[in-house]
Structures are given as structure tokens and as C-alpha cells.
């Protein structure tokens, strides 16, 4: 009952004993005299009632002032706060605790604390419990619900009741991460002062040192940069310029001693540019250095190791028997290349191409000459296919000089404008008529007479040149399709299909390109048809995907050339958004003698319009090839059944002519 409620009440209880005394008159016989004193003490005990009820409330107000109070430090506190029971049962907990402890605070209550201690440290915290300290302040590793462990400060006491019964514990949680850091910066810079402090102690005493021995200290940086001058910085082996004086060296003494054999061993690591882009110059240094030392292993005290630059690696293997020698140091060399290579945590393989070249094989003036035959002998080892090794002869010298004339030629054949572009008819197979031409290029050459892509494309794709040449054909077939779509009108040409090099995709304006060559010859994208190779898409898969996402948005349709000959994933195949599937011609040769071919090319087309894909064969020779890639639903071919490649002027006469199949 409130206050107010009982003083009225009182006051109620008195009026009613005033009016019975007031009832009886006013003479009062001795039990009444009784009954009035009693009342007298009842209302001063109400009175004193009434004033300890009054100071009750206040008390109460107090309390309650003092629990809210409580209660706010104890949800707006900044650290975490817990209060659990003997059993470690969570029994209070604050915000800050859910949100360090990653559950909710009204989920938190009824969960036992150690579920949230990590793993590691549960154990110490059991052993602290049980050993009922008053209060423990330690650190400790919390795990919050699917989240990381943190570190943090523990502090706790045990709660006992009035009668000094123990109830539990209470807790009061701190997330340390950041002082940790802090203390983890702090102790490195620490650790960086007393560095720096003795650097600058050991600078002191170095200046000193050389102001006593001022001659002494020029000598030795005069040895340090002679050092410098003759040998690589990443590596420490040879440079070129120490290797060029030790060949020297040998040829003059090859001179005095016709006995005295030596070899130059050319080594260029195969790939070495994927690995440098993939994991960063860093590691690409910190591969040369490890094939650096692997080299020095494989040769003899006498011999000179040097890296010339880049990837490329030399050795000098002096005073050897006969060739025999150096083949053995290359294959030691290959078979410890085998082993793998750790780079920043990650295995790493590589392989080289290595040209042998023999002193005895010329009559060498130069140690240029012999350089140069060891690098062409290790340029062939990489046209073979890598990680080989091949010795120098007289044919690979001629070769050399032909290839280096060949690019001469290309380069003037651009000035000069000696590329042509020849085409050859597509056929549609359900109608039997030209629906559009392969752009093919070829090379009028002044002396050569006209030659195939395959004389030069790889050279003009190795060289550069391949962007001007690739752009120049590109712009001329869209002209020309152009051309007769505009004089022929009535006639279904659809398509001009025109080969494009994986080396173009490199070309970062290469979309641009393209847009602008639609642009000036009037060509709709539509009619264009860009035709790449499936091991173009395999080895430069990211790069190559942008570009044909692009292409499409442009509205130009996309085919793969020579289908079957390469390695691609047919889930990488399903993402990529192509027209055609080009089966190569040497399937199609096959299909009337080999029923495995034959298969095969069944197989491809009911693969190709699994996808949605049209197919068309290459190489079509005879009636019945056509005939049989009619059963299987081909939809176009092309090849000297219908038409050999022709000049413009043929194509037109052609097309006038409008064959049917």
C-alpha cells in the first residue's frame, strides 16, 4: 500500500473511535479511559508508522534509482559484462558482450561462457576457475559464433550472497585487438630504432675507419666496381661483357692450340615471361637467382656461367674432349631444372631451350660468331618444342640467314604493298548456293612468287608486323565484300569470314580498330565473321573471352578454325558465344576411308547443335564427301570441290556465274 492510501486509512480508523467515545457523553468510566489511552498510543504508533513508511519510500526511490542506474552502466558500459553462476552458465550480459561475443543478447543468457573461449585456451581458463581466486585479471582468446579469435582482457571476481555463500562470477570483457597491434607496431619500431641506432653506430665507426685508412677504402671500392662492371647485380654471375672478354679468351688460345675444344652453351628458360607476369617481378628475380645457382652446379671451376640479360643464360665450357661434353653439362642442366622451384610459398616449374655451339664447327674470328650460333641453335631447340636442346650446324646458319632475309623482305612488303587477299566460296549445303567467302591472305613476293600464310605469318607474328598486315587484310576483305554486296544486290551474300591471330587480341585499341574499318567501308557488323583458333582461346583464355564479349556486342559473329586439332575444354566452349565450328580438313579427307573419322565428325556436329552452333567443313575434295556431310546435316563447306581460292576478279566472275551444288 502507498503511503497516502495508509495515512488515510489512519485517519478513518481515528474519526471512527472519536465518534464512539463522543457517543458515550462526556462522562467516561475507566474502560473507556482505557480505550482512549490506548487509542492515544495506537495513534502515536501510527504516527511513527506513518513516518517510517514515508522514509521506506524514500528508501525504495533510492533503490531503484541506484538499480537503474546500475543497470544503465551496465548495458552502456564500454566493455563487455557478464555475470555467470558456479556451473560458468551465463546468467547476465550486457550489449557490448553479445556484440563481442557474436549472438544476440537476449540468446546470449543460458549459454555456457566457455563455448566462446577459443579452443586453445579453454583448458588455462578452466584451471583459473576452479582455483576460486577473489579476482582474476588475465588475457585470453575469445571466439565469437563463426568468426575469428581475437584477443582480450579478463577481468573477474566471485559473486557470493549476504551469508557468504558462493554464487558465481562476474566479468568484465575487453577486445585488445588493436593495443596488440599497437604493442606489436610499437615492439617493431622498437626493434627498427635499435637497427637504425646500430647502423648509424656502424656508419660512424665505418667513417671513421675510413678516415684512417682512406688508401685502403679507395682500393676496395675500386675492386667493388670492377666487381660490378663484369658481373651481373641480380645474379652475381658473369655479365655479358666478362663472358664476351673469356670467349675472347678461348678463341686466341683455340688459335696457339689446334688440341683446344671448347663450347658456348646458349640457355633460355622456356615460358619465363607467364611465370614474371602471373607472380610479379619479384619473383621472376628471385627464379633467375635459383636457376642461377642451379647452373653453377652443373659446371666444372674452369667454366664461366653469365646471364646476358632477361632469361637468357650463357656458359663457357673450356678445355672439353668433344662434343660429348657438353651435352652431357646440357642434360645435367635439364634434369635439375626438372626439380621445382618455391616461390613465395608456391611451386614453380620451368624448363629450357639450350643451343650447343662447337668451337671446331667454323673457323671463328669472333666471339659474336659463336654467340650468335649458340642463340640460333637454342632458337631452333624452341621451334622443336622446348625444353630441348640442339647443336649447332652449317644448315642452321643458312636457315638463320634466310629467316633474318624473310623479315627484311616482310617489312619492305608492307612499305610496297605486295600482300593480297584471295577468297574462297561458302556453301550452303541446304541450298546448294554461295552465302559468302573466307578472306584468304597471301604474299605476291618479287622473287618467291606468291606465297601461303604459313611462309610468314608465324615470322610476322614473332616480329610485331603482324598488326599492320592483319589490319590492312581486315580492312580490305570488309572493302570488297562491301563492293559486291552493293553490285549484287540479288545475290545472298552473307557472310565474309576473315582470320584473326591470337597475337592481334594483345592490341589493346583492337575493338576500336575494328569499329573503324566497319565504319569506313560501310560493312554491317552482321555480315562480318571473325574466325580464331581453339588453342587461342585455351592459352589466353581471360583475354581472349573479353574481346569475343565485346566483338559480339558489336553484332560481329565469332568462328572456331580447324575444330578437333586442339585442346579445348568443351565447358570453356559452351561460355564462349560463337556462331560456327570449322572441322578441319583433315578429318574431312579421312571421312570416306576411316569410319573413325567419320564419327568423329558426326560427333562434332550433333556437339555443335547441342550448343546452338552451325557447322561448316573445310577441305570438301569430292562429290561424295559432300553427300556424306549432307547426311550429317553440315550446314556449310567450303574447298576445291566448289572453288579454289580466287583473286577479286575471279570471285566477281564467280558470282555472276551464281553455281549451285
Same mark, same amino acid.
Given at each position: 500500500?502507498?503511503?497516502?492510501?495508509?495515512?488515510?486509512?489512519?485517519?478513518?480508523?481515528?474519526?471512527?473511535?472519536?465518534?464512539?467515545?463522543?457517543?458515550?457523553?462526556?462522562?467516561?468510566?475507566?474502560?473507556?479511559?482505557?480505550?482512549?489511552?490506548?487509542?492515544?498510543?495506537?495513534?502515536?504508533?501510527?504516527?511513527?508508522?506513518?513516518?517510517?513508511?514515508?522514509?521506506?519510500?524514500?528508501?525504495?526511490?533510492?533503490?531503484?534509482?541506484?538499480?537503474?542506474?546500475?543497470?544503465?552502466?551496465?548495458?552502456?558500459?564500454?566493455?563487455?559484462?557478464?555475470?555467470?553462476?558456479?556451473?560458468?552458465?551465463?546468467?547476465?550480459?550486457?550489449?557490448?558482450?553479445?556484440?563481442?561475443?557474436?549472438?544476440?543478447?537476449?540468446?546470449?543468457?543460458?549459454?555456457?561462457?566457455?563455448?566462446?573461449?577459443?579452443?586453445?585456451?579453454?583448458?588455462?581458463?578452466?584451471?583459473?576457475?576452479?582455483?576460486?581466486?577473489?579476482?582474476?585479471?588475465?588475457?585470453?582468446?575469445?571466439?565469437?559464433?563463426?568468426?575469428?579469435?581475437?584477443?582480450?582482457?579478463?577481468?573477474?571476481?566471485?559473486?557470493?550472497?549476504?551469508?557468504?555463500?558462493?554464487?558465481?562470477?562476474?566479468?568484465?570483457?575487453?577486445?585488445?585487438?588493436?593495443?596488440?597491434?599497437?604493442?606489436?607496431?610499437?615492439?617493431?619500431?622498437?626493434?627498427?630504432?635499435?637497427?637504425?641506432? =646500430?647502423?648509424?653506430?656502424?656508419?660512424?665507426?665505418?667513417?671513421?675507419?675510413?678516415?684512417?685508412?682512406?688508401?685502403?677504402?679507395?682500393?676496395?671500392?675500386?675492386?667493388?666496381?670492377?666487381?660490378?662492371?663484369?658481373?651481373? =647485380?641480380?645474379?652475381?654471375?658473369?655479365?655479358?661483357?666478362?663472358?664476351?672478354?673469356?670467349?675472347?679468351?678461348?678463341?686466341?688460345?683455340?688459335?696457339?692450340?689446334?688440341?683446344?675444344?671448347?663450347?658456348?652453351?646458349?640457355?633460355?628458360?622456356?615460358?619465363?615471361?607467364?611465370?614474371?607476369?602471373?607472380?610479379?617481378?619479384?619473383?621472376?628475380?628471385?627464379?633467375?637467382?635459383?636457376?642461377?645457382?642451379?647452373?653453377?652446379?652443373?659446371?666444372?671451376?674452369?667454366?664461366? =656461367?653469365?646471364?646476358?640479360?632477361?632469361?637468357?643464360?650463357?656458359?663457357?665450357?673450356?678445355?672439353?674432349?668433344?662434343?660429348?661434353?657438353?651435352?652431357?653439362?646440357?642434360?645435367?642442366?635439364?634434369?635439375?631444372?626438372?626439380?621445382?622451384?618455391?616461390?613465395?610459398?608456391?611451386?614453380?616449374?620451368?624448363?629450357?631451350?639450350?643451343?650447343?655451339?662447337?668451337?671446331?664447327?667454323?673457323?671463328?674470328?669472333?666471339?659474336?660468331?659463336?654467340?650468335?650460333?649458340?642463340?640460333?641453335?637454342?632458337?631452333?631447340?624452341?621451334?622443336?618444342?622446348?625444353?630441348?636442346?640442339?647443336?649447332?650446324?652449317?644448315?642452321?646458319?643458312?636457315?638463320?640467314?634466310?629467316?633474318?632475309?624473310?623479315?627484311?623482305?616482310?617489312?619492305?612488303?608492307?612499305?610496297?604493298?605486295?600482300?593480297?587477299?584471295?577468297?574462297?566460296?561458302?556453301?550452303?549445303?541446304?541450298?546448294?548456293?554461295?552465302?559468302?567467302?573466307?578472306?584468304?591472305?597471301?604474299?605476291?613476293?618479287?622473287?618467291?612468287?606468291?606465297?601461303?600464310? =604459313?611462309?610468314?605469318?608465324?615470322?610476322? $607474328?614473332?616480329?610485331?608486323?603482324?598488326?599492320?598486315?592483319?589490319?590492312?587484310?581486315?580492312?580490305?576483305?570488309?572493302?570488297?565484300?562491301?563492293?559486291?554486296?552493293?553490285?549484287?544486290?540479288?545475290?545472298?551474300?552473307?557472310?565474309?569470314?576473315?582470320?584473326?591471330?591470337?597475337?592481334?587480341?594483345?592490341?589493346?585499341?583492337?575493338?576500336?580498330?575494328?569499329?573503324?574499318?566497319?565504319?569506313?567501308?560501310?560493312?554491317?557488323?552482321?555480315?562480318?565473321?571473325?574466325?580464331?583458333?581453339?588453342?587461342?582461346?585455351?592459352?589466353?583464355?581471360?583475354?581472349? +573471352?573479353?574481346?569475343?564479349?565485346?566483338?559480339?556486342?558489336?553484332?560481329?559473329?565469332?568462328?572456331?578454325?580447324?575444330?578437333?586439332?586442339?585442346?579445348?575444354?568443351?565447358?570453356?566452349?559452351?561460355?564462349?558465344?560463337?556462331?560456327?565450328?570449322?572441322?578441319?580438313?583433315?578429318?574431312?579427307?579421312?571421312?570416306?576411308?576411316?569410319?573413325?573419322?567419320?564419327?568423329?565428325?558426326?560427333?562434332?556436329?550433333?556437339?555443335?547443335?547441342?550448343?546452338?552452333?552451325?557447322?561448316?567443313?573445310?577441305?570438301?575434295? +569430292?562429290?561424295?564427301?559432300?553427300?556424306?556431310?549432307?547426311?550429317?546435316?553440315?550446314?556449310?563447306?567450303?574447298?576445291?570441290?566448289?572453288?579454289?581460292?580466287?583473286?577479286?576478279?575471279?570471285?566477281?566472275?564467280?558470282?555472276? $556465274?551464281?553455281?549451285?551444288?
Amino acid at each position: 500500500m502507498k503511503v497516502d492510501g495508509f495515512s488515510q486509512q489512519i485517519e478513518k480508523l481515528r474519526s471512527q473511535i472519536e465518534g464512539v467515545l463522543q457517543c458515550d457523553g462526556t462522562k467516561l468510566n475507566s474502560q473507556q479511559e482505557m480505550i482512549a489511552e490506548a487509542f492515544e498510543e495506537l495513534n502515536t504508533a501510527m504516527e511513527e508508522l506513518f513516518i517510517a513508511s514515508e522514509e521506506l519510500e524514500e528508501t525504495r526511490a533510492a533503490v531503484e534509482k541506484e538499480r537503474q542506474r546500475y543497470q544503465d552502466l551496465f548495458e552502456f558500459a564500454p566493455y563487455g559484462y557478464l555475470v555467470t553462476n558456479t556451473r560458468g552458465t551465463i546468467q547476465e550480459a550486457n550489449n557490448v558482450a553479445a556484440t563481442l561475443l557474436g549472438v544476440q543478447q537476449k540468446h546470449l543468457v543460458g549459454k555456457p561462457l566457455i563455448l566462446f573461449i577459443a579452443q586453445q585456451d579453454r583448458q588455462s581458463f578452466i584451471s583459473q576457475i576452479n582455483n576460486l581466486q577473489e579476482i582474476l585479471n588475465w588475457e585470453i582468446h575469445l571466439q565469437p559464433r563463426k568468426e575469428m579469435p581475437f584477443p582480450a582482457s579478463v577481468k573477474a571476481s566471485i559473486v557470493y550472497d549476504l551469508e557468504g555463500k558462493y554464487l558465481g562470477w562476474r566479468w568484465l570483457l575487453c577486445n585488445i585487438s588493436e593495443r596488440k597491434q599497437a604493442e606489436e607496431m610499437l615492439h617493431r619500431a622498437y626493434g627498427e630504432l635499435e637497427i637504425r641506432v =646500430a647502423e648509424r653506430t656502424a656508419e660512424l665507426v665505418k667513417a671513421n675507419q675510413k678516415l684512417l685508412n682512406e688508401i685502403t677504402e679507395r682500393k676496395r671500392v675500386e675492386s667493388q666496381l670492377l666487381h660490378l662492371a663484369f658481373h651481373d =647485380a641480380l645474379t652475381g654471375l658473369a655479365n655479358r661483357a666478362a663472358f664476351m672478354n673469356r670467349l675472347r679468351h678461348a678463341i686466341n688460345y683455340s688459335k696457339r692450340h689446334s688440341d683446344y675444344l671448347f663450347a658456348v652453351v646458349f640457355i633460355d628458360l622456356d615460358r619465363f615471361k607467364v611465370i614474371n607476369d602471373s607472380l610479379g617481378h619479384l619473383n621472376g628475380d628471385q627464379l633467375l637467382l635459383a636457376t642461377a645457382s642451379r647452373l653453377e652446379v652443373c659446371i666444372r671451376s674452369i667454366d664461366t =656461367a653469365a646471364r646476358l640479360g632477361g632469361d637468357e643464360f650463357t656458359i663457357l665450357l673450356e678445355g672439353i674432349q668433344d662434343m660429348s661434353d657438353a651435352i652431357k653439362v646440357a642434360e645435367r642442366i635439364q634434369k635439375e631444372l626438372t626439380l621445382p622451384f618455391e616461390l613465395d610459398g608456391q611451386e614453380v616449374f620451368i624448363t629450357a631451350s639450350i643451343g650447343i655451339a662447337l668451337s671446331s664447327t667454323v673457323d671463328y674470328q669472333h666471339p659474336e660468331e659463336l654467340l650468335r650460333d649458340a642463340d640460333t641453335a637454342m632458337y631452333r631447340a624452341k621451334l622443336l618444342g622446348r625444353a630441348r636442346y640442339e647443336l649447332f650446324n652449317s644448315d642452321m646458319y643458312a636457315d638463320a640467314l634466310a629467316r633474318l632475309q624473310l623479315e627484311t623482305d616482310l617489312r619492305r612488303a608492307i612499305e610496297r604493298e605486295e600482300f593480297r587477299v584471295y577468297y574462297q566460296p561458302i556453301v550452303s549445303l541446304t541450298s546448294g548456293s554461295i552465302i559468302g567467302f573466307e578472306a584468304l591472305l597471301r604474299w605476291q613476293h618479287p622473287e618467291r612468287g606468291l606465297l601461303n600464310p =604459313a611462309d610468314f605469318i608465324p615470322l610476322a $607474328e614473332e616480329t610485331g608486323l603482324i598488326f599492320s598486315i592483319g589490319k590492312w587484310a581486315l580492312h580490305e576483305a570488309c572493302r570488297q565484300m562491301q563492293v559486291w554486296r552493293v553490285c549484287h544486290r540479288s545475290k545472298l551474300l552473307d557472310k565474309i569470314s576473315v582470320n584473326l591471330s591470337v597475337k592481334q587480341f594483345s592490341q589493346p585499341d583492337l575493338i576500336e580498330q575494328i569499329g573503324q574499318i566497319l565504319h569506313s567501308t560501310g560493312l554491317d557488323a552482321g555480315t562480318l565473321m571473325l574466325e580464331i583458333t581453339e588453342n587461342a582461346i585455351v592459352e589466353n583464355g581471360n583475354k581472349v +573471352t573479353a574481346a569475343i564479349l565485346q566483338l559480339r556486342e558489336m553484332g560481329i559473329e565469332l568462328s572456331i578454325d580447324d575444330f578437333g586439332t586442339g585442346y579445348s575444354s568443351l565447358g570453356g566452349l559452351y561460355n564462349f558465344p560463337i556462331s560456327v565450328l570449322k572441322i578441319d580438313r583433315s578429318f574431312i579427307s579421312l571421312m570416306g576411308i576411316n569410319s573413325k573419322n567419320l564419327e568423329i565428325i558426326e560427333i562434332i556436329v550433333a556437339l555443335a547443335h547441342k550448343l546452338g552452333v552451325d557447322v561448316l567443313a573445310e577441305g570438301v575434295e +569430292t562429290k561424295e564427301q559432300l553427300l556424306l556431310l549432307r547426311k550429317l546435316n553440315c550446314q556449310y563447306s567450303q574447298g576445291h570441290f566448289f572453288s579454289v581460292p580466287l583473286n577479286s576478279s575471279a570471285v566477281e566472275a564467280l558470282i555472276m $556465274e551464281n553455281p549451285q551444288w
